[in-house]
């Protein structure tokens, strides 16, 4: 089936930001090789495919599946992830994990390629064109079950629509020798660019679709709360299954383009690493 680029962005969220926690994990479990040095001492490469189901793009009370490939590649201090893109990544002793990547934004599409039938269409909005954007991670454990972790993409290149940005925590409710559950909690924010380019309605296209104008500032833009549980067979099959809730705050609430205040994405993958 073919899958529109915003509804592929809504979608790879929560399942990038599961691959990053669980690498983070994995490698906290690891002591490197005192002289392995910046290239590390082996490849570790990560095939998956996941089914999601979630809103078509942010905001929307439809929904559409798709299957999606998932892909890491990391060795030392370098990774290649499908999503994040070509980066750095680095984790001291006491936990504290950072990572700097240039990736890829595929934006949004046009909503003449969706289903115009229905109320719940971006037809006459225009396309969201790509963008190269510059991906910052950090995290920090505050204890064995709870950590910090923060966000930001920033726009390198391609269509400047602005920067977003997520602030949280993710505790680990359980963890065993096969089994991970883990429950986030996230605050997303989008400088007026941004807000502007995903729930704003300039004058062309309020001409072009019917809707009300519509301003959207710099703010948070929505809240998010997931649950995650990873499962491994053995050493190189394992399993990731979750479910995350986004509610969209009074900042972009009001926009046209947004027909449910809080939506939901599942998802169910399966990963071989070797």
């Known amino acids: 089936m073919r899958v529109a680029t915003g509804f592929r962005k809504t979608l790879i969220t929560p399942l990038a930001l599961n691959a990053a926690l669980a ?19 082996s490849t570790d490469v990560t095939l998956g495919l996941a089914a999601v189901n979630g809103p078509r793009y942010l905001g929307s009370k439809r ?18 992830d499908l999503e994040d893109g070509l980066g750095l990544q ?22 003449d ?3 115009r039938h229905g109320s719940d269409t ?32 920033l726009r390198t290149g391609g269509e400047q629509r602005g920067d977003q940005y997520a602030l949280g925590f993710v505790s680990t409710l ?50 998010s709360s997931e649950l995650s549980w990873l499962h491994a067979f053995d050493a190189h099959w394992s399993s990731v299954a979750g479910i995350e809730l986004s509610h969209y705050t009074d900042q972009v609430r009001n926009s046209p383009i947004i027909t449910r205040s809080t939506t939901a994405t599942s998802y169910l993958g399966v990963n071989y690493s070797f």
């Not at 983070?24 to 001492?41: E, H, K, L, M, R």
């Open 90 to 111: 680095w984790q001291a002793a006491s936990g504290f994990a950072a990572s700097a990547s240039i990736g890829r934004d595929a934006g949004r599409a046009d909503g």
């Open 122 to 153: 971006l037809a006459g909005m225009g396309a969201i064109g790509g963008a190269s954007v510059l991906n910052l991670q950090v995290s920090q454990p505050l204890s064995d079950w709870l950590a910090v972790r923060a966000k930001a993409e």
């Open 63 to 80: 929904s559409s599946a798709a299957v999606l490939p998932q892909l890491r590649i990391e060795r030392g201090i370098f990774f290649f």
């Open 113 to 115: 390629s969706q289903h």
């Open 174 to 223: 359980f963890a065993g020798d096969r089994d991970r559950l883990t429950w986030s909690v996230d605050a997303h924010a989008g400088s007026a660019r941004f807000n502007q380019t995903y729930f704003g309605v300039n004058a062309a296209q309020s001409r072009n679709t019917g809707f009300a104008r519509y301003s959207a500032d710099q703010g948070i833009y929505a809240y």
């Open 23 to 41: 690498s983070v994990q994995a490698q906290a479990d690891q002591q490197p090789s005192a002289t392995a040095g910046i290239w590390g001492d």
